[in-house]
C-alpha cells in the first residue's frame, strides 16, 4: 500500500513539474499561446487563414465581421512553415469546416526547419491529436526528440531559476491576448531603410514546398473548401518576381484565387510610415484594420459570404468579442 | 522499498536536476569555438572582420545606410550596416551585436584571398580547392560555424558573402 502512495505521489509531482516549468506564453511571447486559443472558440468560422506572422500581424477578423458579418479565424504562427499549415489546418477540420480556407504564401519560399523556438511556439500547446503527432514529426529539427514534447520537463528542466510570475499566475488558467487569432500592435516604426535586394542562388520553391501545398489544395478539395492564396502586403524581407510567378503558374494551374497584397498597398491606403510597427515586415493595427476591411469586402462581394450580424446567437458572441477588442484598441 | 524511493527521486532529481552540469558544458563548448581561429576572414582598409565576433562600428567608419529587421516573436533585432561595396548584418547573441553576415554589393572589394565578383570559378577553386559544396549555382567553403559562399553563373562569380551558420 506504501508503495501505492509513493507512486502516486511521485506521479503528481512529476505532472506537476512539467505543468509548472513549461512556458504559459501568457503575457511574454504571447504567440506562443495562439495554436491554444482556437480551441476556445464558441462558434464555427466562414473562414479560416492559415500562414506565419503576415497573418496573425496583418488580418483582423473582428474587423472584417464588424464591417461585413464574416466569421473567420487567422491559425497562423511566427514562422509557421508549409507542411506545418498543413497539419494545423487538417487538426481544424476535426472542429469545422470553413467555406474558405485563406493561405498566406510567404513561407512557401522557405524549405528548411527553421529553430526549435519557433517550433515549441507553435506546437507546445496543441492539444494531443494525430495530427499534433505528424507535425511535430514533421517539424523536429535533427537535435531534438519528440518525447520532450510528450513531457515538456525535459525540455524544460532548467526553468526552475526562470520561473516568473505568470508561471504561477498561470498554472491553472487561461487568458486570450488574440482576437480570433489577431494579435494586435499599435507600434508605430516608419519605414526608414531596406537592406540592399540580395542575389539568392535559387529561386524555385522545393519539391518539399509543393508537395505540402498540393497537400493543403487536395485538403480542401476532398472538404469541399475554397482555397483561396493571398500574400500579405511587405516591403521586407523582399518577395522576389521569381517566388510571384510561381506563385501564378500555380493558381492558374489548378484555377485558384490569388490576392498579392504587396501590389495594391497604395489602393488598400497603406502608408508605411504610419501603418507598420518593424519598418515594413508587418502592419500594425492601423495597418492591419485597413488590410481587413479591402479584404473582407473582397471575400464578401466575390464568394457571398453570409453577413453572420443578422444572426442572433452569432451576434451576441461578436459582440462581445468586439466590446473587448475595441476597449484595447481605442 | 528504499529502493523504489530512491529511484524515484533520483529520476526526479535526473529531470530537473542537470542544469548547472549541463550550463557549464556549453559554456565550455562555447569557450572552445571562441578560441577558434580557423575561419575566413574578411579584410577592409587593413581592419579584419570575424563572423561572429562582436561588431566594432569603429572598424569600418560610418556607414551608408543603415537598417534594422526584428524576428517574428523573440527580442533583438538584426543590425544592417550598408557600406559603399559590401553590407555587414549584425545578429544579437548574449547582448552583444555580433557579425553574422557580410554581402559584397560589387566588383570593387575582395576577400581577404583575393577573390571578388566577376571573377572565374577557377580562381575561387584556385584560392579556395576544391573542398566545396555546390547546391546548383552556389559554391560553398565552410569552416567551423561560418561558410564562405559565391553563386557563380556561366563559370563567372556574382555574388560573395560570408554567413554564420545559424543553428
Redesign the interface.
Known sequence: MKKVWIILIFIILFIFLNKLLAPKYMDYLKEGNMTYEYYQEKTNHDVIFIGDCEVYANISPLTMYEQYGITSYVRGNSQQLIWQSYYLLKETLNYETPAIVVLNVNALRYDKKVSEAYNRLMIDKMKWSQEKIDLIKASMLEEENFLSYVFPILRYHDRFDKLKLEDFKYLFKEKSNTYNGFLVNKKVKPVKNLPTKRKLANYSFSDNVYNYLDKIRKLCAENNIKLVLMKAPSLYPYWYLEYENQVKEYAEKYKLDYYNFIDVSDTIGIDYQKDTYDGGLHLNLNGAIKLSNYFGNILKNKYHLKDYRSDKKVNSIYEEKLKKFKKEVE | ?KK??VC?LFS?VV?????NS??KQVNENIKKVDKVTDTYVFSNNNQEIVIGEEFSKDKLGKEV??????????EGIDK?Y?YDHF?L?TYPKDNKDVVGNI?F?DNTVSTKEGVAIDDSIDKVIEKYGSNYTQ????FKYTKNDMEL?F?VEDDKV??I?YAMII?
Open positions: 522499498m523504489i524511493v524515484l526526479l529531470f530537473t536536476g542537470c542544469k549541463e550550463v545606410k543603415y537598417s534594422e529587421t526584428a524576428s517574428c516573436a523573440f544592417i550598408t553590407e548584418t554581402y554589393l547546391e546548383g549555382t552556389l559562399k553563386i556574382t555574388s558573402e543553428n
